[in-house]
């Protein structure tokens, strides 16, 4: 082969080499940050770009990868996340427990992303979990337990703050998993089932109050009725029987207006039978008297009658009826 071949080819190479070297092709939402002779130059956008090879350099940075860090010279610019290993917590009242979060960030400013900082990923990592230490040394078991939203709204803040210095928004925090000790889950179903035991005897005993309730009103209502009803009963019966009286009244008065009619006309043939020298109602009585001492006489152990001593007015009234009723015949 001929030496002008050779160096042809060679050259070749070479612009080959240095063409690769030179075009630097971008994909979206990545870059890259371009070093010239040790110092930052430029940040590279998505597409193509040039740069001087051997003199420009692209900055190694650290990633972090199914759970692995690798130095990489691509940025990714896209939002990405993290999940870091379960991690021993101690509550405010002094249960350790384990808790394991996600990570949502973004990078948004690719230079303070590799000059601020290291490491990037270990330093998000090692400030969530010093965060969560805190946030969760503030609060009971209890509280954790029922203020996720609360931890991740305090824990988003603090390390959004935290982060800006490196060029980072984190969009949200989510705690996958609290897990406290077997024993305190043991004591937490037991509590559990102590309230719902307790629910289930305030709901039981309400509804036999409210029963209760029921049927005291119930009979309360039966009573007020049958006390209406006798109530109407004895009013009823009360103008029943006072019209019953005053019927009764009515008709002992009519046969007392009878009585005294019959009487008064007795009185009158008495009257045109004796003549006036004699009074009616004297001489009525007479004749009553007259009838009873022969109803006495005629007993079998009435041989002796003891008389008043003001029967002997009534006798004489008698002797002078009899002389009256002698002269009459």
Known sequence: MEPTLIVLIALLVFAIIFVKKTVVIIPQSE?????????????????????????????????????????????????????????????????????????????????????????LPNAIEKLTQTTLRNIIGEMELDETL??????????????????????????????????????????????????????????????????????????????????????????????????ARIRKAEAEAVAIQKIAEAEAIALKKIAETVGNSTNPAQYLIAQKYIDMMKNITNGENSKTVFLPYEATSIMGSIGGIKELLKESK
């Open 31 to 119: 870059t890259k940050i371009i070093e010239r002779l040790g110092k930052y130059h430029s940040t590279l956008s998505p597409g193509i770009n040039i740069i001087i090879p051997f003199i420009d350099k692209a900055k190694s940075v650290v990633i972090l990868k199914n759970g692995n860090y690798y130095n990489s010279s691509t940025i990714d610019l896209r939002e990405q996340v993290y999940d870091f290993d379960k991690q021993n917590v101690i509550t405010k009242d002094n249960v350790q427990t384990e808790i394991n979060a996600l990570l949502y960030f973004q990078i948004m400013d690719p230079f303070k992303s590799a000059y601020e900082i290291d490491n």
């Open 146 to 243: 029922t203020s996720r939203d609360t931890i991740n709204t305090k824990l988003r803040a603090v390390l959004d703050d935290a982060t800006d210095k490196w060029g980072v928004k984190v969009n949200r925090v989510e705690l996958q998993d609290i897990t406290p000790p077997k024993s305190v889950l043991t004591a937490m179903e037991k509590q559990m089932q102590a309230e719902r035991n307790k629910r289930a005897a305030i709901l039981t005993s309400e509804g036999e109050k409210a029963s209760q309730i029921l049927a005291s009103e119930g009979t309360k209502a039966a009573m007020i009725n049958r006390a209406e009803a006798e109530k109407q009963q004895s009013i009823l019966m009360a103008e029943g029987e006072a019209a």
